[in-house]
């Protein structure tokens, strides 16, 4: 689709086809190398390749962002291509590096740049995913990976501000295991999520909260999101244990809330118990940045925070961080990288 017939007042978080994707391949045992620009199109794959039969794949996502001065802008991807190199390694694929990884985001950004909207419109979404592209019938790691960039505008995760979401905890599914791979963007974690998330939503929730998967009794996630609870001054997340995702919105929020707010910050195991205490709650992820929990239901007990607003707290985190991921404060950490 070209840039001049996108409705960018009206845009979702859905795909929309841009000019061009990046392509880079490696064989296995061998050395990531630049790729190059190519059209978007389909691609061609063998029925055997390892990613269709035994789910040998991660992803990334990220924005690029308009500024009000016009300039285009990205917010920590440095930290993606990190955590894909991780990813890469405990999916047994060649380790990517820093360097192939930025290239193909960065390229790909500049060259579908007339697709990225003003930040009161949306974003440039951009999605980058490895995968074993090789044959093989055995459960054997490829022979052969792909490594591919593209990316699609999008509109703003809350249309008209921030909204509290309506959770609820599930007993019949867990997200992930300890010591599995949870604490990697594997393309298999996600579908399994997809049931359980439809079912909470027929029944008139935003998503569910995931428990651990040894005692039920501790929170994980909330969906495909990180969770946070406020306590006072006191801002608790679950410590990365393996099975929880180290997300870079996470990161971001656990740092402004020390240094910027001056709050008391610990990452520990937390209990659906000790949640139902909280003064705030909200979850954090690329797609909606922060998103303010208004009521959890758990059991057969619906539990209600900030009366139903949006936490003080909260609402100071999603201005802050916003703020400087759309170019709007003054960058003082480093975090933006301006193409």
């Given amino acids: 689709m ?167 905890v599930t007993n019949d599914y867990h997200r992930a295991p300890l010591k599995g791979t949870g604490g990697v963007k594997a393309v298999g974690n996600y579908v399994p999520g997809m049931l359980p998330s439809g079912v909470a939503k027929k029944q008139g929730y935003a998503e569910v909260i995931y428990l651990d998967a040894a005692e039920e009794k501790y929170i994980e996630e909330v969906g495909a999101a990180n969770f946070f609870a406020i306590f006072g001054n006191k801002l608790v997340t679950p410590n990365l244990t393996g099975s929880i995702l180290p997300g870079i919105t996470r990161d971001s929020v656990l740092f402004l809330a020390k240094n910027e707010l001056n709050m008391d910050v610990e990452e520990r195991r937390i209990s659906i118990d000790e949640v139902m205490k909280a003064d705030e709650i909200f979850c954090a992820g690329t797609a909606a940045i922060i998103s303010p929990i208004g009521s959890i239901r758990y059991k057969d007990n619906k539990y209600n925070f900030s009366n139903g607003e949006v936490g003080k707290i909260t609402n100071k985190l999603y201005n802050f961080l916003t703020d400087i991921q759309f170019g709007n404060r003054n960058d003082d950490y480093g975090w933006i990288k301006k193409l």
């Fill in 2 to 168: 070209k840039p001049d017939e996108i409705d960018y007042d009206n845009l979702t978080f859905s795909f929309t086809e841009t000019k061009s994707m990046y392509v880079s391949k490696c064989k296995l045992g061998e050395d990531w190398k630049k790729g190059q620009l190519i059209p978007f199109n389909d691609i061609k794959i063998s029925p055997a390749a390892t990613i269709l039969n035994y789910g040998q794949g991660l992803f990334e996502g990220m924005k690029a962002y308009r500024t009000k001065n016009n300039e285009i802008i990205m917010f920590r991807p440095e930290e993606n291509a990190k955590r894909a190199a991780n990813g890469c390694l405990r999916l047994s694929m060649p380790e990517i590096s820093e360097s192939v990884f930025l290239d193909g985001v960065t390229n790909v950004v500049k060259d579908n740049i007339d697709y990225i909207p003003s930040t009161e419109k949306g974003a440039l979404y951009v999605r980058p995913i490895i995968f074993g592209s090789g044959e093989g019938l055995g459960v054997a790691p490829s022979s052969d990976y792909t490594f591919m960039v593209y990316c699609s505008p999008v509109g703003p995760y809350f249309k008209g501000g921030l909204t509290p979401i309506k959770l609820i």
